[in-house]
């Protein structure tokens, strides 16, 4: 949780973008709308579905804290 601030700012502008979205209107800087990591900030290796990075995904899956993921071998 060492991005709290970060991870909170990008809440806020991901929301202000989808009131804007909802009421017609063009999203005023649509760049600086982009997906973070809920647990470490991360930008990159974001999956949509969990909203995690790739790092923090394969570590809480690892620990069976994710619901629906299990490992494969084959």
Known sequence: MARTAIVVKT????????????????????????????ACGKIGGYMRKFQLCRICFRELAREGKVMGVTKSSW
Do not use: D, F, S
Not at 14 to 37: D, L
């Open 11 to 38: 809440e806020r502008r991901q929301e202000t973008a989808r009131r804007q979205h909802a009421a017609g209107k063009k999203i005023k800087h649509p760049t600086k709308v982009y997906n973070r990591c809920k």
